[in-house]
């Protein structure tokens, strides 16, 4: 079966097996493999995690033409988030140990503590320990292959929202 034959339904099915894939291999690493997730790597899951919601949601409920198109908008933006998330993850592994500025809390901890506006900031602005690269595959470390996924769940998930043969 061809790729362009399957029907946007399909195709956000498989965006959601993709992101259900990626969700167990990252609880793979942390509790198997023993890699501990940084700050920036609990907000990626979570987009990960919120690109699978919003594409299983579209692929349950096989939307006409202009439900498609908001489903596959809303799930390409949270595609687009966790790979802003992620380039800036790649981007703090490229930085000399001396420019990054200390860490953040871990996570759970600053979803308790923290109001909005300052686990916003720890995330945006603070780099904890995320320029550590303990992981790689080919050369490239996880931060990178999720940016690569969340870029290409995001094309996926406007493919199959903007398709004209649904």
Not at 127 to 142: R, V
Request: charged fraction near 10%; proline fraction near 4%; aromatic fraction near 14%.
């Amino acid at each position: 079966m061809r790729l362009a034959n399957l029907s946007s339904r399909s195709v956000f099915l498989l965006i959601a097996l993709a992101s259900l894939g990626l969700m167990g291999y990252a609880l793979f690493a942390q509790y198997v493999q023993g890699y501990e997730p940084c700050f920036l790597c609990m907000v990626q899951r979570v987009f990960v995690c919120a690109v699978g919601i919003m594409a299983l949601a579209a692929a349950i409920h096989g939307p006409a033409r202009v439900g498609r198109r908001v489903y596959g908008v809303l799930t390409a933006l949270m595609a687009g988030g966790g790979a802003y998330i992620a380039g800036k993850h790649v981007y703090l592994q490229h930085l000399p140990p001396e420019q990054l500025d200390g860490c953040a809390p871990s996570f759970g901890y600053a979803l308790e503590n923290y109001d909005t506006v300052k686990f916003l900031q720890a995330i945006f602005i603070r780099d904890q320990d995320c320029g550590k690269i303990d992981w790689t595959f080919l050369g490239l470390s996880m931060p990178t292959w999720t940016l690569f996924c969340f870029v290409m769940l995001f094309c996926a998930a406007l493919w199959a929202g903007f398709r004209r043969n649904g």
